[in-house]
């Protein structure tokens, strides 16, 4: 069988998943940094003001530019289908997500109706277009396998009911249209967010890029099948059970949570099994970074239980501990991982076909991120996660002990990446 | 005319793509190349494509991937 090669025009250059990723790590260091004088607020309640706008600061800001960038540039090579017009969903995407996370978190912290009322705005410019052209790939797709293509398609399909139900509450906010029940709502639009959209494209990448980057086996097929539908049918399963106010019964906790929860320890302990078994068994920071994320997943699992047998003063800590374990522990860790591996890789391959270099002539995917560099910021990161864990059972002064090393894994890892960018130029690499 | 054979199965990225462009800078220029991978190289493709070369990929049952490298004008056996 013959197939047709991409169309190198259609391929994005290095720039443009580049800008993503170089702007990604300031929105971590705004996060650490606004969290330090909003200690008592954030630490106290995950619903408050300053916890709504760091939690974005992390999701929209760190999480969604990595992502989006990083969709960009997977779409064509892990599915084999281009992003229609890449340049404008990049360039809109980057712009329109980055001026509007910003406005959203200032206008989440202040309560600020014309700062939310525009952030709305620059939201829609960012993500409308990359929505429809990421449909466009994902219809498209011509790959052989499915086990990345339907997790995919879900995490999209999250994704549009994050943003529907995000922009609903931002419009509530923003008094443009009336309140409805904000809280349920809320629990919902986070749900989408991180089991759906975060978590389901964990999984459909990993299922391609944990055999093919840590030369692990591949995922057992029932796994591959049936975890994102676990997922998506518990999301589904709580929306009715939220849209239609039914109450918060023990039925309902087994029916949604308990699949939900055995899908995510299954996950992860799948993953750690195929780390184990890994055929070469080299020292390799984002094998360090995914193994930190999957045990920060199992941990949470058990959140639950805890909950259980502990008194219900204790609710909201554990509820703020799970945050922190969910977004620092497991989506950051395996973000940093994963930009570790893509940004060398990229800066490696449009160097080689710029140049048309002769093997040994350019530098090598080690040189241009070596792993000293990567393993420094995975223990930097590692110890911010460990000390922020706790920090909503302490006093709020506690929590810089857990900020400062974050704020400083984040320079860390922009430096790094910039170190890389700067190595592919000084070669001749051109970024458009 | 022997195909010049590349066993890149479970080689680390992008090792199996630096050896297959080492290959094919060393080839004589009628020679094809058979690559063995574990996995579908999509970027590959567009290195081949841009050095004029066609391939044709069979997957096998044991999901080990056959890539045939060949000048545009050679007939697939």
């Known amino acids: 069988m013959t197939r047709p090669g991409l169309s190198f025009e259609q391929a994005p250059a290095f720039g443009l998943p580049l800008r993503f990723f170089l702007t990604a790590p300031s929105f971590l260091l705004l996060a650490a940094l606004a969290a330090i004088p909003t200690a008592d607020a954030w630490t106290a309640s995950r619903w408050s003001p300053a916890a709504l706008a760091l939690t974005h600061l992390l999701t929209l800001g760190f999480l969604g530019q990595a992502m989006l960038g990083a969709m960009l540039q997977m779409l064509p090579v892990v599915i084999g289908s281009p992003v229609p017009r890449p340049r404008l969903t990049a360039v809109l995407g980057h712009i329109g997500l980055a001026t509007g996370t910003l406005l959203l978190a200032a206008g989440l912290g202040w309560s600020h109706t014309t700062l939310l009322r525009t952030a709305m705005l620059c939201l829609a410019v960012g993500w409308l277009p990359f929505l429809a052209a990421t449909a466009v790939s994902l219809a498209r797709a011509r790959t052989a396998s499915t086990a990345t293509l339907h997790p995919m398609r879900q995490a999209w399909f999250a994704l549009l009911v994050t943003l529907a139900l995000g922009f609903g509450l931002g419009g509530t906010l923003a008094g443009l249209w009336p309140a409805g029940p904000l809280q349920a709502l809320t629990g919902l639009h986070a749900a989408w967010g991180l089991l759906g959209w975060v978590l389901m494209l964990v999984m459909g990448v990993a299922y391609q890029v944990v055999p093919m980057l840590q030369l692990t086996p591949v995922y057992p097929a029932p796994a591959v099948t049936w975890l994102t539908w676990t997922l998506l049918g518990g999301l589904g399963v709580l929306s009715f059970s939220t849209l239609t106010a039914k109450p918060d019964t023990g039925l309902m906790q087994a029916v949604v949570w308990l699949p939900v929860m055995a899908a995510l320890a299954v996950f992860a302990g799948v993953t750690l099994w195929l780390q184990h078994r890994r055929r070469r068994k080299l020292a390799d920071a984002t094998l360090d970074f995914w193994r930190l994320a999957m045990l920060c997943l199992l941990t949470l699992t058990a959140l639950p239980a805890l909950a259980a047998v502990l008194p219900p003063v204790t609710r909201a800590p554990l509820e703020t501990s799970a945050g922190l374990l969910f977004l620092l522990g497991f989506a950051v860790s395996v973000v940093n991982g994963m930009l570790y591996k893509i940004v060398p890789f990229l800066a490696w391959f449009h160097l080689q076909t710029q140049t048309g270099a002769k093997a040994g002539s350019i530098p090598n995917m080690k040189q241009f991120m070596p792993d000293s560099l990567a393993r420094r910021h995975l223990w930097l990161h590692t110890v911010a996660v460990l000390l922020l864990l706790p920090a909503p059972w302490l006093p709020p002064d506690y929590a810089v002990a857990g900020l400062l090393p974050l704020a400083a894994s984040a320079i860390l890892l922009w430096l790094n990446l910039f170190g890389c960018m700067r190595l592919f130029r000084r070669h001749g690499g051109r970024l458009r | ?77």
């Open chain 2, 1 to 77: 005319m022997d195909d010049i054979v590349i066993d890149a199965r479970w080689l680390e990225p992008p090792e199996p793509l630096e050896r297959v462009l080492a290959t094919l800078a060393r080839r004589r220029r009628d020679q094809r190349v058979r690559l063995l991978l574990h996995r579908e190289p999509y970027p590959l493709y567009d290195l081949l494509r841009q050095m004029g070369l066609a391939y044709d990929t069979q997957p096998s049952p044991d999901g080990t991937y056959v890539i045939l490298i060949h000048p545009v004008d050679d007939r697939v056996s």
